[in-house]
């Protein structure tokens, strides 16, 4: 049954630090009609990421920002419903990134689809998703590691960090996680495989931690946070140590840009190298990484958790959150019922 | 004729800041004797270098410090006196790190046959030594340069950045430098023709400045400096740019870490690669450097400029000088005569 109005969430204000409820309007519109070769997508799972924070600037950056008004960006799992594209039928499970919406239409060019015998579909937003796909890349093509050395992955239990850990376990790597609190520290290390896990909300010296956790120091750094945490790892990295820079959580929220220590002066003489990266860099090679992590999850290799709410409506408090480190994994937000969920 | 005695500087003090002449010694010792296959060498040219300020801090890096009363480490361009070496004959010009002292010893592995038919032997200390060889393969596999992209340099005129910005011309780049003071700029763009140059010291917006010199940005930084130079040339990064970390002068004589705004954030959606490197890492490759700087140092298209001061006890005033920018072109002390000036 398609409804003959639907709920989205749009941007109606940019905040300047951390945003607020306020900041975003659900409304209610009409379901729209596709014409020609367009898909009808009914929204299932919205995934949430902190790269959103971003698109709510108005600065360049790698890709444009949401315009006040318009539909918050975001990847969508979600089950065609009418199609005239020859490629997705109806009943089809795909993903695309669709917005903060409960009905989406797209032009099929960029719609993935899902195999649903393979996993909970809400993975198509998470391991088996771009963030999958990100921790992949970013840790194979950037970080490099090479089997017994120490990979260091910072907000460990997030979406990406956890996949992180994990692909450098299965690398023949030490894995050691870097998280806020004791709960997220015992699903890195118990359920996920990690050699050791950082607890910064406890430690108060993140530097003899780290010191302790890696004592053949730090080769590898796959950094998702910036800031101080990120700070203490810099002092740790051996030579030749990698860094891939996949985001700087801790300062997205922040007005204007914090102070640090200087950093660079160290680097040289240790020849670390630091890169940054965003997903889109490895589209092109995607099908191989989700060929080979969808493999692993079938196998039971890859683990993954998720932080699933429920209802668009509570998709900007469950971002607010997430920028706070209140998700526990992979945090998304269920916009309707999915068929496949037992 | 050799001299029975000679001098020699060697550490006294480690200042914790900017260094003083009263940290150095400045001794009489006997000239030691050669054994079995060892080089006696006269130090004519002694190079002065930032990377020698490291090596005064009692801290664990690439190299080990120079122990107190022990002699300063540095780069000497000198002639065979007495050999057992099959390699080396008297009269030959060599080079190779013997430190702060008007002769040395060396076991030959490490000697290096200087062409003095090519150019004046002190540029064996520069343009034809470390310091060129650090400018080539930081520049060009680090750097990475394609024709047609923006390359700026800090500390432009010096040792390592005159070669750079000269090495990015013939690469067919913009070449941008960045040094302190008129007389340093007009030696960088009308001696050594880089496309323009920046006056940190005149300009009170050099990232404004910058934005002026590069019109399409900067697709390659090679970083002599760090601090705040080197944060606004950061703001003006392009998409994919590549930063070879060479040194962070600027930084050199603080005891403690100063504190900048934090960079890697807009590295991560800039995918900003930055890497640190040493000359070492290739010196399997120096003589393939050698052969080309050196043909183009013939055929007029390198050009260099030294500032040498005479006479050892002149040594630690001159570094002193070099680490706050008052040395113009390549920093040498002539300890000897050299038979080829003429």
Redesign the interface.
């Known amino acids: 049954m398609i409804l003959k109005s639907h709920r989205r969430v749009v941007l109606v204000r940019r905040p300047p630090g951390e945003p607020a409820e306020s900041d975003f309007r659900v409304e209610d519109v009409p379901v729209p009609e596709p014409v020609g070769r367009e898909v009808l997508v009914r929204a299932i799972y919205l995934s949430l990421d902190p790269y959103m924070r ?1 698109r709510m600037r108005d600065v360049k ?3 444009p920002p949401v315009g006040l008004g318009e539909v918050m960006t975001g990847g969508i799992v979600g089950e065609v419903v009418k199609s005239g594209h020859p490629k997705f039928q109806p009943g089809d499970i795909v993903e695309e990134r669709l917005g903060w919406q409960e009905y989406a239409i797209s032009d099929g060019a960029e719609l993935r689809k899902v195999d649903p015998s393979l996993a909970p579909i809400s993975t198509a937003n998470g391991v088996l998703g771009m963030t999958g796909l990100t921790a992949y890349y970013g840790l194979y093509e950037i970080g490099q590691p090479k089997a017994g050395e120490t990979v260091v992955v910072s907000a460990a239990s997030g979406a990406v960090g956890q996949v992180v850990g994990q692909l450098a376990k299965l690398m023949g790597c030490r894995a050691v996680g870097i998280a806020g609190g004791k709960r997220k520290c015992d699903l890195v290390t118990r359920d996920l495989g990690f050699d050791a896990c950082i607890d910064y909300k406890a430690e108060a010296d993140i530097d003899a931690a780290l010191k302790a956790a890696c004592p053949k120091g730090v080769d590898v750094y796959f ?1 998702n946070v ?2 101080a945490i ?1 700070d203490a790892v810099f002092k740790n990295l051996n ?1 030749f140590a990698r860094v891939a ?4 959580i801790s ?2 929220n922040a007005a204007a ?9 160290p ?12 997903v889109w ?1 490895y589209a092109a090679r995607a099908t191989a990484a989700f060929n080979q992590m969808g493999e692993w999850v079938r196998a039971g290799k890859l683990k993954y958790r998720e932080d699933i709410v429920e209802g668009i409506d509570k998709a900007p408090r469950a971002f607010i959150g997430m920028l706070r480190g209140e998700n526990f994994g992979k945090a998304q937000v269920r916009l309707g019922r999915d068929p496949y969920l037992k």
């Open positions: 971003g950056s790698y890709a950094d910036g800031g990120s030579f820079l996949c985001g700087s300062q997205y840009s914090e102070l640090g220590p200087r950093l660079l002066g680097f040289v003489g240790r020849r670390v190298r630091m890169q940054g990266f965003i860099d």
